[in-house]
């Protein structure tokens, strides 16, 4: 099983929890979705799945969420 923590922007309360989570959740071999909310500034969100995951997916699923993943430098 692969855990990888993402960056997310926008994220206030657990509505957004919950939107990233079934979002991320739909993804093919996704096993879990954990966030840690920090109201207003950059959350983290931990995703466990079968296999690696495209970060392109990935991001296409928190936007569609309304949120936006933190680009790494």
């Known amino acids: 099983m692969n ?10 309360c657990a509505h957004c929890v919950t939107s990233v989570t079934t979002e991320l959740g739909g993804l093919a071999g996704v096993e879990s979705v954990q ?3 920090v109201a207003g500034g950059t959350s983290k969100v931990a995703v466990s799945s079968a296999g690696p995951l495209e970060r392109d997916t990935v991001a296409a699923a928190i936007d ?8 790494q430098a």
């Open 3 to 12: 855990t990888t923590t993402y960056d997310v922007l926008g994220m206030t």
């Open 64 to 71: 569609e969420a309304g949120y936006q993943l933190v680009t």
């Open 35 to 37: 966030v840690e909310l």
